[in-house]
């Protein structure tokens, strides 16, 4: 902008459209005696962008004390501004799509997002004195507790967990725990995202069943084929066996009839010749 683009016109002119309601109430408060504004402000460029400030608006006062006069000072923050945007953008997407618990180093629950309250079953209130170990089923209490120790020295961890809900009921959270450190190098918290996987869990562990389930019904199948096999083979045996004793009886039977002083003669029921003596 050149000095006539700006001398003479009103401030408001480079306040933009979406803050001009807003600043509108600041400047009638100024102009009226008030106290000085400090604040991010968004200004209107020459091309119509949007920069953000960081604004100081100072009331100059004559000796009657009357304001003459508006200082305004102001340092373009945009690009920082724009940086802090992106990043709350993120931390919102985080917290919209995981579960966010913050912990003190010595475990205590100091934060969480909405998504841990539904998952859990508890209250911000019922969980103020709650602590990340209150979570932890029994049997895995002294595991986790070294695991702990290690993330308070600094170590970030990942792997999977169960928590107990209210209701008594096991989740598994897929969640890694990241040590934060304050302007001393000491670890001020514990910031754990997680996922709930338990529905996958409980699918694993039904395919698991099923597979085992499968597994036996071969084996049983492979036993009665086996089984099978052993009385067709003794049914083989005393099939022949049973042959074997019949054709002795025959021989034996014809071996009698053949000495028989009486001409036999054996017919069958189609009345052909199956046995005559001499």
């Not at 102009?31 to 460029?45: A, P, R």
């Not at 450190?181 to 409980?202: F, L, P, Y």
């Amino acid at each position: 902008l050149s000095n006539s683009d700006v001398v003479g016109h009103h401030i408001s002119m480079f306040i933009s459209e979406k803050n001009r309601h807003q600043f509108n109430e600041i400047w009638d408060e100024l102009v009226k005696g008030g106290h000085h504004y400090e604040g991010y402000m968004k200004l209107l460029t020459k091309s119509g962008h949007d920069i953000w400030t960081l604004s100081t608006f100072s009331c100059v006062r004559d000796s009657m004390q009357t304001v003459v006069k508006i200082l305004l000072l102001a340092m373009d923050t945009t690009e920082q501004q724009e940086k802090n945007i992106d990043f709350e953008n993120k931390i919102k997407a985080v917290n919209n799509s995981n579960i966010v618990i913050d912990y003190a180093p010595s475990g205590r629950l100091v934060d969480c997002n909405q998504m841990f309250i539904d998952t859990i079953g508890y209250s911000k209130d019922e969980l103020k004195d709650y602590s990340v170990f209150n979570f932890v089923v029994d049997k895995e209490q002294n595991e986790f507790e070294t695991t702990w120790n290690n993330i308070i020295a600094g170590q970030s961890y990942r792997g999977l967990s169960r928590l107990t809900t209210s209701g008594g009921e096991v989740k598994w959270l897929d969640v890694a725990y990241t040590p934060v450190m304050n302007e001393k190098d000491e670890i001020s918290k514990v910031v754990a995202i997680a996922n709930d996987i338990t529905a996958q869990k409980n699918m694993e562990t039904i395919i698991q069943q099923q597979n085992e389930q499968i597994k036996k019904q071969e084996q049983a199948l492979k036993d009665s084929e086996a089984d099978l096999e052993t009385k067709l083979a003794e049914a083989r045996r005393e099939v022949k066996a049973q042959y074997q004793e019949i054709e002795k009886v025959k021989v034996r039977n014809e071996k009698t009839l053949e000495g028989a002083h009486d001409a036999i003669v054996t017919i069958n029921q189609s009345g052909d010749v199956e046995f005559f003596n001499r």
